[in-house]
């Protein structure tokens, strides 16, 4: 789904912004069921309601979550110390192996 080649912080937004889709799309299409069926059966007694605001608070905390700063933030930082990670590493390995010179 997502290129091996893009920046190492847009794996993250791109799942967290497909996340959410999905979330909405599911809330809506579950909510419009729910809708169908309490007209459909008891026009009279309106509940469909409850669960599109229950639900509906869940998903703005969902996107809230999905685009907040402090998670691009943390997204950040754990980009910088694998970078961090992989420079030691690489050191490490030089170190343990030095380049041979021809002589």
Do not use: C
Request: net charge positive; proline share 6%; aromatic share 8%.
């Amino acid at each position: 789904m997502l290129e091996h080649g893009t920046p190492t912080g847009t794996q993250p937004v791109a799942r967290r912004k497909v996340g959410l889709s999905i979330h909405a799309t599911v809330y809506v299409a579950v909510n419009v069921l729910l809708i169908t069926i309490n007209l459909s059966t008891a026009p009279g007694q309106l509940w469909f309601q409850w669960p599109l605001l229950g639900w509906g608070i869940g998903l703005l905390a969902h996107a809230a979550a999905a685009f907040s700063l402090a998670g691009r933030r943390r997204e950040w930082r754990a980009a910088r110390r694998q970078l961090r990670r992989e420079w030691r590493d690489s050191r490490r390995a030089l170190t343990a192996h030095p380049p041979q010179t021809g002589r």
